[in-house]
């Protein structure tokens, strides 16, 4: 079965400087990997999905993730946080290879300081 | 382009009743899924339909329940609320559901069950 470690339940960062949250997964087969970020009562996003094309991944707002096969990790970096980047985020892998079923990491809080 | 629409935003019950949340997606999607999110599970699949028929379920109870209509909106239903479905149950679509799609979300129907 598919799985998602997030190493983080809270990390705390000083706005410009470098975020970075950690996710491992664990895939029976080659699997599509997705971080999505959910601000207070907004909505889920998608930040940016790996579905193995290059193993850089860039995303939106200055974020972006490397695929490791290696070391089954995905983790997500930017080089400066800014205020606006406090949220909830979500490392997020495809249970299957047919349809839609996607099982989502526990969630890395993301406190920016000033 | 309107986004996924959830209703209703929130819903109080009584143990014992039954629920039905609606969600329509973007035009032009035809996968529509369910996630229960709570503070202590996180984020779980619940179901996907596809063209009207459910293409995959999670590891929830029969209890749970959803439809999808041929304009694809979508429709889940809870029978016989229990205190721990108090959640978010969240709504999401993508155009044909293919593992490597972004999900859009709604915002969400907040339950709680007293």
């Known amino acids: 079965a598919q799985s998602v470690t997030q190493l983080d339940s809270h990390v705390s960062v000083s706005e410009g400087t470098p975020v970075l949250l950690r996710c491992n997964y664990s895939?029976?087969?080659?699997?599509?990997l997705f971080w999505y970020v959910q601000h207070p009562n907004k909505g889920l996003q998608l930040l940016l999905k790996?579905?193995?094309?290059?193993?850089l991944v860039k995303g939106i707002n200055g974020f972006e993730a490397e695929f490791k096969k290696s070391e089954t990790s995905f983790h997500l970096t930017k080089p400066s946080a800014h205020m606006s980047d406090a949220a909830e985020y979500f490392c997020?892998?495809?249970?299957?290879?047919?349809?839609?079923?996607?099982?989502f990491g526990p969630g890395t809080r993301l406190s920016v300081l000033p | 382009k309107a986004g996924v629409t959830q209703t209703p935003r929130y819903l109080i019950k009584t143990r014992g009743q039954q629920v039905t949340l609606s969600c329509s997606p973007i035009?032009?999607?035809?996968?529509v899924s369910w996630y229960q999110q709570t503070p202590g599970q996180g984020l779980q699949f619940l179901f996907e339909?596809?063209?009207?028929?459910?293409?995959n379920k999670g590891n929830f109870p029969g209890r749970f329940s959803g439809r999808q209509f041929s304009n694809s909106r979508s429709e889940m239903n809870v029978s016989t609320l229990e205190l721990g479905d108090s959640a978010l149950y969240l709504c999401?679509?993508?155009?044909?559901?293919?593992?490597?799609?972004?999900?859009?979300f709604g915002s969400g129907t907040q339950l709680s069950v007293l």
């Open positions: 999401a679509s993508s155009f044909q559901g293919a593992t490597n799609e972004k999900l859009f």
């Open positions: 895939s029976s087969y080659s699997p599509s």
């Open positions: 790996y579905t193995s094309a290059a193993t």
């Open positions: 997020v892998v495809s249970a299957i290879n047919y349809g839609q079923n996607f099982v």
């Open positions: 035009s032009g999607h035809r996968s």
């Open positions: 339909y596809f063209s009207e028929t459910q293409r």
